[in-house]
């Protein structure tokens, strides 16, 4: 009987240690809320424009603009069918996407360090046997060959006085977050990507476009040269200039053509699929997309919120602010609670009765005391790293404002440059006019005429580049600004957070920007 109340006093004391480390109230409360080595992460600030150097522009707003389909601006539906297919089918996307599902279960793993790291269930048999020499003067009773079978249940689990535990635990959440800003980067990028190489695709068939009059007009001027040399009006010099100007605008066609193809290539992989793929899609001859007349850019202090990139750097920056306190708990003792409930006999028969139970349970401390060195060197190393994430999120900022401002600057230029190369194709071509009527009445030499053709070739494919330009230059803007991450949110392709404990105050939803610092 006593033996029988030692064993129940033994289970009764590991199932009380388990309810009041995980059941009880107040024991959860501490274990969640209690002591924590280590600085407090509050967010890292960082310096930013107050507004933007181009702002009084006429072509730029500054009121509040989320961009979310900025690419819907271009008002070309082609377009806005690429960027989907790409946001669904991009193989680096879901890459990215891996990453964040990575990041998770990596969070699962720090949690779950909060309940007993060691849950065992164990058995085992031996067949065993003395040495006879370890007995010279003869044998005792007992000492014999035996079996052993023996089944049990071993725990361990460290108290995570010292929140060491719990940093890990901010430390994988923060790790999770960088992750989905990651996603929203690359998504960001993929679209601009997208854009860019569909407006380069239509600016070279432009080209392609005018080159392609250009050689008719000059095929019908090389013609009429011809009929005028036979006649005799006219000398072979005429002719052969004509001939030479006609091959070296036919000349720049195969380049055109190649480009045109390397493009569209490009688009097949953004989209995930195989060269060619995409050829029905584009075969319809459109435009170059233009841009509206004015852009809403809302204000510079915009880009902390709005970029993931720049997210992800506060984000990396807050993992690494929970890694100080991991090494800094290592200065302290670390208690464990080991315990063992098992069945043990020599015949199998034998193992479950009531006298074969066996088990133990107690604390255990583990103190580093002659490792201070080294852990204090630990703590530094991980403090320099977090001073080198915080520098990293302000160089974040301060490029994305860069990026920006020269983003602006490169698109209102641009359109003034349109306007001009307009206006100089238009005087261009009106003296191409003029100057074959005054050839054709013998008044100027082919000279003449030849000068013009070339200015309009090299204005006409001038404009088509510069169109085009002003399109790249608003898609650089939009991704600058960091437009198009909602996407993600608006589909919900994949499922990029995770669910919190209640009761854990230090996770925060990536989501909603709740947590210490987030936003």
Same mark, same amino acid.
């Given at each position: 009987?006593?033996?029988?109340?030692?064993?129940?006093?033994?289970?009764?004391?590991?199932?009380?240690?388990?309810?009041?480390?995980?059941?009880?109230?107040?024991?959860?409360?501490?274990?969640?809320?209690?002591?924590?080595?280590?600085?407090?992460?509050?967010?890292?600030?960082?310096?930013?424009?107050?507004?933007?150097?181009?702002?009084?522009?006429?072509?730029?707003?500054?009121?509040?603009?989320?961009?979310?389909?900025?690419?819907?601006?271009?008002?070309?539906?082609?377009?806005?069918?690429?960027?989907?297919?790409?946001?669904?089918?991009?193989?680096? %996307?879901?890459?990215?996407?891996?990453?964040?599902?990575?990041?998770?279960?990596?969070?699962?793993?720090?949690?779950? /360090?909060?309940?007993?790291?060691?849950?065992?269930?164990?058995?085992?048999?031996?067949?065993?046997?003395?040495?006879?020499?370890?007995?010279?003067?003869?044998?005792?009773?007992?000492?014999?060959?035996?079996?052993?079978?023996?089944?049990?249940?071993?725990?361990?689990?460290?108290?995570?006085?010292?929140?060491? !535990?719990?940093?890990?635990?901010?430390?994988?959440?923060?790790?999770?977050?960088?992750?989905?800003?990651?996603?929203?980067?690359?998504?960001?990028?993929?679209?601009?990507?997208?854009?860019?190489?569909?407006?380069?695709?239509?600016?070279?068939?432009?080209?392609?476009?005018?080159?392609?009059?250009?050689?008719?007009?000059?095929?019908?001027?090389?013609?009429?040269?011809?009929?005028?040399?036979?006649?005799?009006?006219?000398?072979?010099?005429?002719?052969?200039?004509?001939?030479?100007?006609?091959?070296?605008?036919?000349?720049? #066609?195969?380049?055109?053509?190649?480009?045109?193809?390397?493009?569209? /290539?490009? %688009?097949?992989?953004?989209?995930?699929?195989?060269?060619?793929?995409?050829?029905?899609?584009?075969?319809?001859?459109?435009?170059?997309?233009?841009?509206?007349?004015?852009?809403?850019?809302?204000?510079?202090?915009?880009?902390?919120?709005?970029?993931?990139?720049?997210?992800?750097?506060?984000?990396?920056?807050?993992?690494? +602010?929970?890694?100080?306190? !991991?090494?800094?708990?290592?200065?302290?003792?670390?208690?464990?609670?080991?315990?063992?409930?098992?069945?043990?006999?020599?015949?199998?028969?034998?193992?479950?009765?009531?006298?074969?139970?066996?088990?133990?349970?107690?604390?255990?401390?583990?103190?580093?005391?002659? /490792?201070?060195?080294? !852990?204090?060197?630990?703590?530094?190393?991980?403090?320099?790293?977090?001073?080198?994430?915080?520098?990293?999120?302000?160089?974040?900022?301060?490029?994305?404002?860069?990026?920006?401002?020269?983003?602006?600057?490169?698109?209102?230029?641009?359109?003034?440059?349109?306007?001009? #190369?307009?206006?100089?194709?238009?005087?261009?071509?009106?003296?191409?006019?003029?100057?074959?009527?005054?050839?054709?009445?013998?008044?100027?030499?082919?000279?003449?005429?030849?000068?013009?053709?070339?200015?309009?070739? #090299?204005?006409?494919?001038?404009?088509?580049?510069?169109?085009?330009?002003?399109?790249?230059?608003?898609?650089?803007?939009?991704?600058?600004?960091?437009?198009?991450?909602?996407?993600?949110?608006?589909?919900?392709?994949?499922?990029?957070?995770?669910?919190?404990?209640?009761?854990?105050?230090?996770?925060? /939803?990536?989501?909603?920007?709740?947590? +210490?610092?987030?936003?």
């Amino acid at each position: 009987m006593t033996r029988q109340k030692g064993f129940h006093a033994l289970v009764m004391m590991i199932a009380g240690t388990a309810c009041m480390l995980s059941g009880c109230t107040s024991a959860r409360q501490w274990w969640h809320n209690g002591m924590k080595v280590g600085p407090e992460y509050v967010g890292v600030g960082a310096d930013v424009a107050s507004q933007w150097v181009d702002e009084e522009d006429s072509a730029l707003r500054t009121d509040w603009a989320e961009h979310g389909h900025w690419w819907s601006v271009f008002n070309d539906p082609v377009l806005d069918r690429l960027v989907f297919a790409a946001y669904q089918q991009n193989l680096p %996307l879901q890459i990215a996407g891996m990453r964040i599902l990575e990041a998770r279960a990596q969070r699962g793993i720090a949690a779950g /360090n909060r309940y007993p790291q060691q849950q065992q269930v164990n058995a085992a048999f031996s067949r065993n046997r003395f040495s006879e020499n370890m007995y010279p003067f003869g044998d005792f009773p007992g000492i014999r060959p035996y079996d052993d079978w023996v089944a049990g249940f071993d725990m361990a689990w460290e108290l995570d006085l010292w929140g060491r !535990i719990r940093r890990g635990i901010e430390s994988a959440d923060a790790h999770l977050e960088a992750q989905v800003e990651g996603y929203d980067d690359a998504l960001v990028m993929l679209q601009a990507e997208v854009a860019a190489a569909y407006i380069r695709l239509r600016a070279i068939e432009e080209q392609l476009r005018y080159t392609q009059h250009n050689v008719d007009l000059q095929r019908a001027s090389l013609e009429l040269i011809q009929k005028r040399f036979e006649l005799g009006v006219v000398g072979e010099l005429d002719v052969r200039q004509a001939g030479a100007e006609l091959a070296i605008t036919e000349s720049s #066609l195969p380049q055109l053509q190649q480009a045109h193809r390397q493009v569209q /290539n490009g %688009l097949c992989l953004l989209l995930g699929m195989p060269p060619g793929s995409l050829d029905m899609d584009l075969a319809e001859s459109s435009s170059i997309p233009m841009p509206p007349a004015e852009v809403a850019i809302g204000i510079p202090a915009d880009l902390l919120r709005r970029r993931p990139d720049v997210r992800q750097a506060e984000r990396q920056a807050a993992a690494q +602010s929970a890694r100080i306190g !991991i090494a800094e708990a290592e200065f302290y003792p670390s208690l464990a609670i080991t315990g063992n409930i098992a069945v043990q006999a020599e015949q199998f028969g034998d193992l479950f009765d009531w006298q074969s139970r066996t088990g133990r349970i107690g604390p255990g401390i583990q103190w580093n005391v002659l /490792n201070y060195g080294r !852990i204090r060197n630990r703590v530094r190393v991980e403090d320099a790293r977090f001073q080198q994430a915080v520098l990293a999120y302000q160089n974040a900022v301060l490029a994305a404002n860069k990026e920006a401002e020269d983003a602006i600057v490169a698109y209102l230029r641009e359109r003034q440059r349109v306007q001009s #190369l307009e206006q100089a194709t238009r005087e261009t071509l009106r003296a191409l006019e003029i100057g074959m009527r005054l050839y054709e009445e013998g008044v100027v030499d082919y000279q003449r005429v030849l000068d013009s053709q070339r200015a309009a070739v #090299l204005q006409q494919d001038a404009l088509a580049q510069s169109r085009g330009q002003v399109a790249l230059n608003l898609v650089a803007l939009y991704k600058a600004l960091g437009g198009g991450w909602t996407m993600r949110c608006e589909y919900e392709e994949i499922d990029l957070g995770f669910q919190p404990d209640p009761a854990d105050s230090s996770a925060a /939803n990536p989501m909603d920007g709740s947590g +210490s610092g987030y936003w």
